[in-house]
């Protein structure tokens, strides 16, 4: 399958939202093989390197979290290879979310609520030659944190996500 796309503001916008509905070959026609993830620090360590893996591996942890997940693009400014994009992410946690530490390890586990939430997003992309090369982003995590019923947390929430983050410390354990 080929994935044709006119120009930096097209790719940026389709890196975006494949992030929730995109298959495998997309990641690898559409992001560049150095291309760096600035926001993978929290992230699983396999989302830390770099290229269409990395990419990839971001959109698995997040679609692990969060299903029905998609961007609304509000506004979008495009100026030689940077293009940032005005968002609202959608999407309902039907997972546990995993928050990895400096070195990869699982540090905190907030337990599925099933809740739906809607966080504005600013996204910045460097596209060079058709492919995604960087991308860095400011995110409203308190609204999302809000909405989803992590802050203020409630006991019952708390236990749930204390067993969800030793699940997940296991699991890294053993993988």
């Not at 989302?47 to 893996?53: E, L, S, V």
């Not at 609202?88 to 609520?113: E, W």
């Amino acid at each position: 399958m080929t994935y044709m796309h006119s120009g930096t503001r097209e790719v940026a916008i389709r890196c975006i939202r494949m992030m929730g509905d995109g298959a495998r070959e997309e990641f690898d026609a559409l992001v560049h093989p150095d291309a760096v993830n600035r926001e993978g620090k929290a992230e699983p360590a396999a989302a830390r390197t770099r290229g269409p893996a990395a990419y990839w591996a971001s959109a698995l942890w997040l679609r692990d979290a969060f299903s029905e997940l998609n961007w609304e693009i509000h506004e979008i400014v495009a100026s030689g290879d940077l293009v940032v994009l005005h968002t609202t992410m959608y999407g309902r946690q039907t997972g546990p979310f995993v928050v990895y530490d400096d070195n990869a390890r699982p540090a905190q586990a907030f337990a599925p609520t099933g809740r739906t939430f809607a966080v504005t997003q600013t996204h910045w992309c460097r596209v060079v030659d058709g492919r995604m090369v960087e991308h860095w982003a400011n995110r409203d995590d308190l609204g999302q944190a809000t909405q989803l019923g992590w802050v203020p947390p409630t006991p019952p929430f708390l236990v749930r996500s204390q067993l969800a983050l030793r699940r997940a410390r296991r699991a890294a354990a053993t993988s």
